[in-house]
């Protein structure tokens, strides 16, 4: 069992920044690839990023390139998504997930999921 706590979204203005953190606990995640996907109303959930076990590879979605970084801390357990110049079309509610097998990008290659953070950018 894995359980995923979600924490660090808000209400901020376009250009501004935002980091969510998830913590893992129950097992250990490090051995996982970890990804966040985000959910808006009314719109089915999308993969966000994507980070491998060790964090040497990290795979984005076009939508965030060059603006959110994911990061991981394995002696936390902890994963990360640093977001900047923040859009409108960014507000959702933002998952961190857990692999388990295929592919990184879809949400059935996930088994964990956390309650979800939720952003919300104004213009």
């Known amino acids: 069992q894995v359980q995923l706590v979600e924490s660090g979204g808000g209400l901020v203005q376009a250009g501004a920044s935002l980091r969510l953190s998830c913590a893992a606990s129950g097992r250990t995640t490090s051995r996982f690839v970890m990804g966040w996907f985000r959910q808006a109303p009314g719109k089915e959930r999308e993969f966000v990023a994507a980070i491998t076990t060790t964090g040497g590879s990290t795979y984005s979605a076009d939508s965030v390139k060059g603006r959110f970084t994911i990061s991981r801390d394995n002696a936390k357990n902890m994963v990360y998504l640093q977001m900047n110049t923040l859009k409108p079309e960014d507000t959702a509610t933002y998952f961190c997930?857990?692999?388990?097998?295929?592919?990184?990008?879809?949400?059935?290659?996930?088994?964990?999921w956390g309650q979800g953070t939720q952003v919300t950018v104004s213009s």
């Open positions: 997930a857990k692999h388990y097998s295929g592919s990184m990008s879809s949400t059935a290659s996930y088994d964990y």
